[in-house]
């Protein structure tokens, strides 16, 4: 869901969402989710606008043309500030396990990540129960230090993405998905 009506989400729904993430299953439930809710209009004007130039001079390097670059930008500033609730939701490695070794390293931020991912979708299907749109963003894992600065973030704190969120302005077409035969394998 990508535009939203105007009228604010109730913050008893909010609250309901964030639970929801939190019941999320975790890697030796160290529950290593972190959520930031941006409410301050200043601020969010101030993290979307450092994110669209980073993002800009990103598009600038991969050559891609100005009109392109113009719509993404105009697109990206306006979701961020005018969707009724925008989360950060964070990754911590804190309470992880630590590994002398890279691939065990590697491994052990995997299972953190695919924690906050379980945390995410959570609260993704507790929206969709209550009627609430929503749309997963990648744009801080681009500018991961970038945001946590903005926000004066623990060091600790990877920023992993930006949920919008709202009651419906429309109904997009469903996207399509591959075939089960095309995902499934049966041994
Ligand atoms: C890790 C992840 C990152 C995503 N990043 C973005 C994003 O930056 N911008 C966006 O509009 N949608 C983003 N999405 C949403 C996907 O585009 C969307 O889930 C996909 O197209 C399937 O659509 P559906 O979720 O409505 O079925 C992201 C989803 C995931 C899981």
Redesign the pocket.
């Known amino acids: 869901m990508?535009f939203y009506a105007e009228e604010p989400v109730p913050d008893e729904a909010l609250e309901t969402l964030l639970r929801a993430a939190t019941l999320a299953p975790s890697a030796h439930n160290a529950q290593p989710w972190r959520v930031v809710v941006l409410q301050n209009v200043d601020v969010r004007r101030q993290l979307t606008e450092a994110m669209a130039t980073r993002w800009e001079q990103d598009m600038r390097r991969s050559a891609i043309g100005e009109r392109v670059i113009k719509a993404e930008l105009e697109f990206s500033l306006r979701r961020f500030t005018s969707a009724p609730v925008l989360l950060l939701v964070c990754l911590t490695m804190e309470e992880m396990d630590r590994y002398p070794d890279p691939g065990r390293r590697r491994a052990e931020q995997t299972m953190g990540i695919q924690s906050v991912a379980a945390a995410i979708q959570n609260l993704l299907l507790a929206a969709e129960a209550l009627g609430i749109g929503a749309?997963?963003?990648?744009?801080p894992l681009f500018c991961q230090g970038l945001v946590r600065r903005i926000l004066g973030l623990p060091r600790s704190w990877e920023p992993q993405?930006l949920i919008t969120l709202g009651f419906p302005r429309h109904h997009p077409p469903?996207?399509p998905r591959k075939s089960m035969e095309d995902v499934v394998r049966v041994l």
């Open positions: 990508r749309c997963w963003c990648c744009a993405a469903r996207p």
